[in-house]
C-alpha cells in the first residue's frame, strides 16, 4: 500500500482501483508490442520473400522491430499512467519478453536459459523502461 496516496486523502478503495488499472494498462502495453512485432515480422517476411535481400539481416532486423515494438508499447502504456514510467515500462519489457521466451521455448522445445536468453531479457527490459520514461513525459 502507497502511504503517500493514503497520505493525500485517497481511500484504500481508491488506491486498489488505481493500481488495478495501471496493471491493466501494463498489460495492455505488452499486448500491444507483441502484435505490433507479429505485423512488422509478417511484412519483413514477405518483403524477405518477394525480393533478393538477404537472409544474413533477419537478426539485426528482428532485433530493431522488437526494440521498436517495445518502445511504442511502454510508452503508449505509461502515458495515460502519467507516473513511474521507468517502473511500468519495464514492466511492460519484462512480460513482452517473457512471453516472447516461452512461446519459443515452447515451439523449439527447450527451456534452458542461455547468456543470449538472459542478455534478451534484459535489453527488453530497459528498451521498457526507455519507453516509460518516454510516455510518462509525453503531454496531452
Not at 494498462?25 to 499486448?31: C, D, P, R, T
Not at 510508452?75 to 511492460?92: A, E, F, Y
Amino acid at each position: 500500500m502507497n502511504l503517500m496516496n493514503l497520505a493525500s486523502n485517497k481511500s484504500v478503495e481508491e488506491v486498489t482501483k488505481e493500481n488495478g488499472n495501471t496493471i491493466v494498462k501494463v498489460i495492455k502495453g505488452s499486448v500491444l508490442a507483441i502484435a505490433l512485432t507479429a505485423i512488422f515480422l509478417t511484412i519483413y517476411a514477405a518483403i524477405l520473400s518477394f525480393t533478393n535481400i538477404s537472409e544474413t539481416t533477419i537478426v539485426p532486423v528482428v532485433i530493431v522491430l522488437t526494440g521498436i515494438s517495445l518502445l511504442i508499447g511502454s510508452s503508449i502504456s505509461t502515458i495515460p499512467i502519467k507516473k513511474q514510467g521507468m517502473l511500468n515500462g519495464g514492466l511492460v519489457g519484462l512480460i513482452y519478453m517473457l512471453v516472447l521466451y516461452i512461446i519459443s521455448s515452447i515451439i523449439l522445445g527447450n527451456f534452458g536459459l542461455n547468456i543470449n536468453s538472459i542478455i534478451m531479457i534484459a535489453v527488453g527490459v530497459l528498451t521498457g523502461m526507455v519507453g516509460g520514461i518516454i510516455g510518462v513525459n509525453i503531454h496531452k
